[in-house]
Every structure is written in C-alpha cells, then in structure tokens.
C-alpha cells in the first residue's frame, strides 16, 4: 500500500504528497547525494514527516510523480502552500530554492516563470517586498 494511502485527507496528507514530490525531484539525477540527502532531512522536519514516513517515501521502488493540476490558480496554490512550509522557520537556502525551482517546473511553470515566481515569493514571505507591490497587495 502506498505511504499516501495512510491519510486520506488533511494537512499531513498534503504535505506528505509534496514531501514524496521532492524525494523524487531529488533523485531524478539517480541517487540522491549526501547534500541532497540533507535538504530532504530538513524538508521532512518542516514537513512533519516521520521516520517510517520518510524511509518508506526513500525506498527505489517509491516513484511519486508532481500531480500537476491543471488550472493556473491550483498550480499557484500548491507553491503558496509549500512557501508556507519552506518558511515555517523563516529562511529558504540555495539547495532549498533550487529544489522549489524543480518543483515550480514541474507543476507546469516554465523555467523562466518560474524563478521569477520564486524571486517574487521569497520577497512576500521575507517581508522584503517593495512598497508598490505592498500598495497592490493590500489595495485587493
């Protein structure tokens, strides 16, 4: 039976879907690498995943595809959900955000589209959005 099968629906279902996603992104090159390795260790921690959790997602045979759905609007929520997460401790490193780049791709963002989602979406969550961007946000 599938790790997702254990959770039918909420919030740990959901995160455990995107959890899957990376792991897979991850080893999309073939094996994951030592750093790659800690970037998932770290998601998993933000994420909530346990350790049988986490070891069952990791087997070989676990392939998890990126459910992309299919309006614009979905496609932008899953990113704003996993920004959600990914800032749960208030920082997004390198090897994080090129992990969400491949995420945002995989979703159905272009390469270009995505870093600039990305660079814009860290300036929200950061707290460092120009006062224009603030002016439209709020005016909504």
Same mark, same amino acid.
């Given at each position: 039976?599938?790790?997702?099968?254990?959770?039918?629906? !909420?919030?740990?279902?959901?995160?455990?879907?995107?959890?899957?996603?990376?792991?897979?992104?991850?080893?999309?090159?073939?094996?994951?690498?030592?750093?790659?390795?800690?970037?998932?260790?770290?998601?998993?921690?933000?994420? $909530?995943?346990? /350790?049988?959790?986490?070891?069952?997602? &990791?087997?070989? /045979?676990?392939?998890?595809? =990126? /459910?992309?759905?299919? #309006? !614009?609007?979905?496609?932008? &929520?899953?990113?704003?959900?996993?920004?959600? =997460? =990914?800032? #749960? $401790?208030?920082?997004?490193?390198?090897?994080?955000?090129?992990?969400?780049?491949?995420?945002?791709?995989?979703? !159905?963002?272009?390469?270009? #589209?995505?870093?600039?989602?990305?660079?814009?979406?860290?300036?929200?969550?950061? !707290?460092?959005?120009?006062?224009?961007?603030?002016?439209?946000?709020?005016?909504?």
């Amino acid at each position: 039976m599938p790790i997702l099968d254990l959770y039918e629906h !909420g919030d740990h279902r959901k995160n455990l879907a995107h959890f899957a996603t990376l792991a897979s992104l991850a080893a999309v090159d073939g094996e994951i690498n030592p750093q790659e390795k800690a970037i998932l260790d770290k998601f998993a921690f933000k994420l $909530d995943i346990t /350790e049988e959790e986490f070891k069952e997602v &990791m087997k070989k /045979e676990n392939k998890y595809p =990126i /459910e992309t759905p299919h #309006s !614009g609007e979905q496609r932008y &929520m899953r990113l704003f959900e996993f920004f959600q =997460i =990914i800032f #749960s $401790d208030h920082d997004i490193d390198d090897q994080e955000r090129k992990i969400v780049e491949k995420y945002a791709i995989g979703l !159905g963002f272009s390469p270009k #589209s995505a870093a600039e989602i990305i660079d814009k979406s860290i300036k929200i969550f950061t !707290g460092r959005i120009p006062f224009e961007d603030y002016h439209e946000l709020v005016k909504r």
